[in-house]
């Protein structure tokens, strides 16, 4: 089993930084593939970065060139660096892990951003 617990989100104005940690326990593999979700209630879940194995990684269009995402498989953990934030960014943001092979993801809680003008 894999449990997955974010943290690093807050408060913060328009045009500043925030970074999300997603810490990974249970069985995990270099080669699963780690990702940022976010949502607002009454909206879909989007993706907002993945990263597969070897570090590549996938943004999506409202993101790229102000979020980064990376991985540290020592730690089992997951980072979302997010830049020049807007306050379309809020939303809660959840870390996903989905194994290599397709066959299990796994979800944490969230943790809220919101961005103010």
């Known amino acids: 089993q894999v449990q997955l617990v974010e943290s690093g989100g807050g408060l913060v104005q328009a045009g500043g930084s925030l970074r999300l940690s997603c810490a990974a326990s249970?069985?995990?593999?270099?080669?699963?593939?780690m990702g940022w979700y976010r949502q607002t209630p009454g909206k879909q879940r989007e993706m907002v970065a993945i990263i597969n194995y070897v570090n590549s990684p996938v943004y999506a269009d409202s993101v790229k060139g102000r979020f980064t995402v990376s991985r540290d498989n020592t730690e089992n953990s997951v980072f979302l660096l997010m830049n020049s934030l807007k306050p379309e960014d809020t939303a809660l943001y959840y870390c996903?892990?989905?194994?290599?092979?397709?066959?299990?993801?796994?979800w944490g809680q969230g943790t809220q951003v919101t961005v103010y003008s």
């Open positions: 996903n892990r989905r194994s290599h092979d397709g066959s299990t993801s796994d």
């Open positions: 249970g069985s995990i593999s270099g080669f699963d593939v």
